[in-house]
């Protein structure tokens, strides 16, 4: 955004099960994922390197996930940009 306005490209990394994990193994990564994530040490080195982190539910995480596709794949197809 600092070089082209209205541009937002942030970097981001999550945690990835196979498809069809049963819920109740989702919700005890997600919730153990997010205890770690509120560790304050955790926080701090992450912050030092000049991440942050996201606590959130696994639906929330689906969610966000599906919108960057379909943004990245408009823009790709807007642009002109073929899959090689």
Not at 20 to 27: F, G, K, L, Q
Not at 53 to 60: G, H
Request: glycine fraction near 6%.
């Amino acid at each position: 955004a600092e070089t082209l306005k209205g541009f937002s490209f942030p970097a981001w990394s999550g945690l990835i099960g196979p498809a069809h994990m049963a819920p109740e193994t989702v919700a005890k990564l997600n919730a153990a994922l997010n205890t770690v994530l509120n560790n304050k040490e955790i926080v701090k080195k992450l912050a030092d390197g000049a991440m942050s982190p996201w606590v959130t539910s696994s639906d929330a995480f689906d969610k966000y996930i599906d919108s960057e596709v379909t943004r990245w794949t408009q823009l790709a197809r807007s642009a002109g940009i073929q899959p090689e």
